[in-house]
């Protein structure tokens, strides 16, 4: 557990004298005994403590013995004073015999189903029983028992008679989460915790109640009476859903991923993570690839040797003559982005790729390329904690990155941190903030920004949607300059930062290098061993432009890679450039709706079973290691060698550690970046009555590919409604309950409306959740004009 | 019993309520009393209401209902009947008297009559107990009670004759009490006097001897 850096004693650098079993000792004023002790080697006994929790002495166990006092006191709860003497259960009889006495009451209700229960083997009531307890009980009548489990929600099982009221799992809630559903109910003999009836806990971190819970009271609908604590092996992981990087512990038996909880890491995502992160490791189940697949004369796929496919491949690529692009879905590891990009310029002589399967722009790429590939000064999550200004610019932290938003709640509630969101409406998420919202159209995101008084030194975050609104990412470096403020990009994909480090881009190359730059380009061409001229010197097609080419016919070949087609820009329009194509190869860990277009499919390995690294949205390395090993599957760098290899290529990316070498290789590159984007914003035209501007964005738990297979996790999912503003839904005659329909040439999305405070004339909808799939049914984004009607059931 | 639902002029006179105080979410006891004088209980749409008003959570709400012993989550009869049942008040009779109580309605602690009139408690002390054993109907005072009176005072409340507290204050019904523990006053502070002789008996004797608290011993 940490032990808080942040803890209020650590700041003042006043000390204090005081003696605990007969040490004396210095501790920084307010220092808690029971930290203190622990600093000196001596684990006082604690259920209810948790050092990034605010004390509460609600679980009495922690009772030590202090000069003066009339009875033991909760370590956990009092500062050391100066001249302070306190003897522990080491040298105090009375201090032994207090925790004794608690934990003989502790266990009077507390059932002896440790055989049973999850928490046995790792259990801190059961650990500390035996430290701290009497070896038999005296309590000989029939314990309290509930009906079990209550469920708090579909995912998170409380087995009342297990609890020992210490309040970890209300207090996170409340003070860490912000989402009090959960909350100690009833009195004395008969208190519980539970929730409100037809509220369950369907909070996005719910998971971490279960983690900090010091006995086996929650459980997680997912993992309950799955495994035995000491038959797992854990691994230390990075989370592969969202660019908080957030450190995690997996934990697998047979080759099987059991379950993953948080890895304690104070500089990231210190001693929490999301449900999303803890829950959703369906995926490496569901649909997975394990055989490559080519399609012979037939046209029917049928299973192929690895040889025999990767030697398709090649053959495909080489008569595809330079007229291929590699398109990637932004999910991969620095590594295989890395090689990708190599794979591109080296191997197929083309600056045709692009990670970005997701809105994107020609300004985007300026903006990355300029003023955050190769950022090595950018904005960390400790910044963001003793911030004083931040502001939020096509961003929603709570849904788009859950460890950022309890970092700023963090420093909300330290009282430094004021936040101002430009958004259309202060979400709930926002609320927990104490954000200030700048209610705002999408589109016209670069005026308000513009407009707004920013002190000084303030923070801002803008997330990937701005690149949907031409003309933001400009502005906001223009302002950035302006007011000496650090600028963040934020993207949500674990992969997107990495892959444009490695330059994964058609105007990039590994390290922010241009590949208009000459030297730029030698640089790179002697890491790779090949001559100058091998790299393309201008730039090639972005995702959007490759897609065009291919349907108008001036491409032979694609690379699909990690990629769901439900996530592009325009699915139909990938559709389309797929048939248009001669030759496609797909790779990827699940089979998808792309791979029964492919030419050749190959499997990869997915997280668990490769080391590699993802780099945060702080540009910080993240490398982790591999899990699970008997699967044999390869790396995404491993199956381009091979390719290569069969295209007569010296390739060299055969191993992780060939990769890190290479990439340590090209170092740093000081040489000029990418212009910065200059890009004019477009004026929102007049528009009708029944017409609004969409605003979209997903919500951390929806329908995205990597949650398949996890039907406890998606019974927390926010149900999905639209929003409007009560002037807008008057216009169009709508009231709160009816449902509204929004639609344009493409389709259309039905769902139930809600009139909340919002900007006018837009409406609101999730971007990917059930009922409400803006890509696959409108093929529309942020700042589209919709025409709105009241729904039919 | 169907319980009453909570309209638009209940949520009004509920932000009466919680703009009595500098920080909103202090009403929620008062604001649960009046959810209790219009539905008879705390029902969960009552604990959703009263959260939506001072914007906290259901859970946040439940936590405190569930807490008191006041609130009830089934639906009350139109009395509602206590009885002291701690040391002094129940040597004194009022274990008698909860005898007489159950057995006369046919019911026990936190339970309603079939026909809806009587909801009957064992409750702790009312700091009465110069008048022990110390009864309550619709949490006014019945002082110095005894099964025969007792008797008495179902049969009144049952036939609608009317019925005063001990003290004077004519009972009407819990919802009518609940209304007045919410903080709307209903113009009968005064028809109960403060204090009976009995009750100072023991001051006018103190004062007489000159009697004085000791002084403790004091703790560090």
Not at chain 1, 507 to 533: F, T
Request: hydrophobic content about 40%.
């Amino acid at each position: 557990m940490t032990l808080t850096s942040d803890n209020k004693a650590t700041n003042t650098q006043e000390l204090i004298t005081a003696t605990i079993d007969g040490i004396q000792m210095q501790v920084p004023k307010g220092t808690l005994i029971i930290r203190a002790a622990e600093k000196m080697g001596t684990f006082v006994p604690r259920f209810c403590d948790h050092p990034s929790l605010a004390p509460v002495a609600a679980c009495r166990m922690c009772l030590v013995e202090i000069e003066g006092m009339p009875k033991p006191q909760p370590s956990c709860a009092i500062p050391l004073t100066e001249g302070m003497v306190v003897k522990t259960q080491m040298t105090s009889k009375v201090a032994e015999d207090a925790q004794a006495g608690v934990m003989e009451f502790l266990l009077i209700n507390h059932p002896l189903d440790c055989p049973v229960c999850d928490k046995g083997g790792e259990c801190p009531l059961q650990n500390q029983a035996m430290t701290a307890g009497r070896t038999e009980s005296r309590f000989e009548i029939e314990k309290r028992t509930f009906p079990k489990p209550l469920e708090l929600s579909t995912e998170i099982l409380l087995d009342r008679e297990r609890c020992v009221e210490c309040a970890r799992c209300t207090r996170f809630s409340e003070e860490i989460a912000g989402d009090p559903f959960i909350e100690l109910l009833e009195r004395g003999a008969k208190q519980q915790v539970g929730i409100a009836t037809d509220e369950p806990f369907n909070s996005y971190f719910s998971g971490n109640t279960v983690q900090i819970c010091p006995v086996g009271a929650l459980t997680s609908s997912a993992y309950r009476f799955r495994s035995r604590p000491f038959d797992l092996v854990s691994v230390k992981t990075t989370c592969e859903h969202c660019a908080a990087g957030c450190s995690l512990r997996t934990d697998y038996r047979r080759e099987t991923v059991m379950r993953r909880l948080a890895w304690e890491d104070p500089e990231v995502n210190e001693d929490w993570n999301c449900d999303k992160g803890r829950f959703a490791f369906g995926y490496l189940k569901t649909n997975r690839l394990t055989q490559p697949k080519v399609r012979n004369l037939d046209g029917n796929q049928i299973d192929a040797l690895w040889p025999d496919a990767v030697d398709i491949a090649a053959a495909g690529l080489a008569n595809a003559q330079g007229k291929v692009a590699v398109l990637l879905g932004g999910r991969l590891t620095l590594e295989d982005a890395y090689a990708y990009s190599k794979f591109a310029r080296v191997a197929l002589g083309t600056n045709n790729i692009d990670f970005r399967n997701r809105d994107h722009s020609e300004e985007e790429q300026q903006f990355l390329g300029s003023a955050v590939a190769g950022n090595h000064n950018s904005v960390t999550y400790k910044e963001l904690e003793n911030a004083q200004n931040v502001i939020l610019v096509s961003f929603e932290p709570e849904e788009e990155s859950p460890i950022i938003f309890l970092r700023l709640r963090k420093a909300m509630q330290k009282g430094n941190l004021k936040v101002t969101a430009i958004a259309p409406y202060l979400s709930k998420g926002l609320e927990k903030l104490n954000a200030e919202v700048v209610a705002t159209k999408p589109g016209e995101e670069g005026k308000v920004l513009s407009g707004i008084d920013i002190v000084e030194n303030s923070i801002i975050l803008i997330g990937e949607r701005a690149a949907a609104i031409p003309g933001l990412l400009s502005v906001a470096l223009e302002v950035s300059n302006k007011t000496q403020s650090k600028i963040s990009w934020i993207p949500r994909r674990a992969g997107e930062r990495g892959a444009l480090e490695a330059g994964a881009l058609p105007a990039l190359l590994p390290g922010a290098r241009p590949v208009a730059d000459a030297s730029a380009r030698s640089e790179v061409a002697k890491v790779w061993g090949v001559s100058n001229s091998k790299i393309p010197s201008e730039p090639g097609l972005d995702h959007s432009q490759i897609i065009k080419a291919a349907i108008n016919g001036e491409l032979k070949a694609l690379i699909i890679a990690g990629l769901d087609v439900l996530d592009a820009p325009d699915p139909k329009l990938f559709s389309e450039a797929i048939n248009a194509v001669d030759f496609v190869i797909t790779i990827g860990v699940q089979e998808n709706s792309l791979t029964r277009y492919a030419n050749v499919s190959l499997p990869v390995a997915p997280v668990t079973e490769k080391s590699g690294t993802f780099i945060n949205w702080e540009g910080r390395p993240r490398p982790f290691g591999k899990a699970i090993g008997s699967t044999n599957a390869l790396t995404d760098a491993r199956v381009l060698s091979m390719i290569a290899e069969s295209m007569d290529l010296d390739f060299g990316l055969q191993i992780i550690e060939d990769l890190r070498m290479e990439l340590s290789e090209l170092g740093i590159w000081n040489g000029s970046k990418l212009e910065k984007p200059q890009f004019e914003s477009k004026e929102i035209v007049d528009f009708k009555n029944d017409n609004v501007i969409l605003s979209t964005w997903h919500q951390l738990l929806d329908e995205g590919a990597m949650q398949v297979g996890e039907e406890h996790l998606a019974g927390t999912q926010k149900s999905s409604v639209a929003y409007l503003s009560e002037e807008t839904a008057k216009q169009n005659n709508l009231t709160t309950g009816d449902l509204v329909t929004v639609l344009n040439t493409r389709g259309s999305i039905t769902l139930p409306l809600e009139i909340i405070e919002m900007v006018n004339k837009v409406i609101w909808i999730p971007f990917n959740s059930k009922d409400s799939k803006v890509k696959q049914s409108l093929g529309a984004k942020e700042g589209d004009i919709m025409l709105i009607e009241k729904g039919k059931v | 019993m169907s319980v009453k639902e909570i309209t638009a002029e209940h949520i009004e006179e509920l932000e009466v309520l919680a703009a009595k105080y500098p920080v909103r979410r202090s009403a929620l006891l008062p604001m649960l009393h009046y959810v209790q004088s219009v539905q008879g209980m705390v029902s969960p749409k009552g604990i959703q209401t009263c959260a939506t008003v001072l914007d906290l959570t259901p859970a946040e709400v439940a936590a405190v209902a569930t807490f008191y012993t006041m609130f009830k989550r089934f639906p009350m009869g139109k009395h509602h009947i206590g009885v002291c049942i701690n040391t002094l008040c129940a040597l004194l009779g009022g274990d008698d008297l909860w005898k007489e109580l159950t057995e006369t309605l046919g019911i026990g602690h936190d339970e309603t009559t079939s026909d809806s009139m009587f909801t009957i408690e064992r409750i702790e002390c009312q700091a009465a107990c110069t008048v022990a054993p110390v009864m309550t109907v619709n949490w006014e005072f019945m002082d110095s009670m005894d099964p025969a009176k007792l008797k008495e005072l179902i049969e009144k409340l049952k036939t609608g004759a009317p019925v005063q507290s001990t003290r004077g204050t004519l009972i009407t019904s819990i919802s009518d009490s609940e209304r007045l523990l919410a903080g709307f006053n209903d113009g009968k502070v005064n028809d109960s006097p403060d204090a009976d002789d009995s009750m100072l008996a023991g001051l006018r004797v103190a004062k007489e001897r000159n009697m004085t608290a000791p002084i403790g011993k004091g703790v560090r």
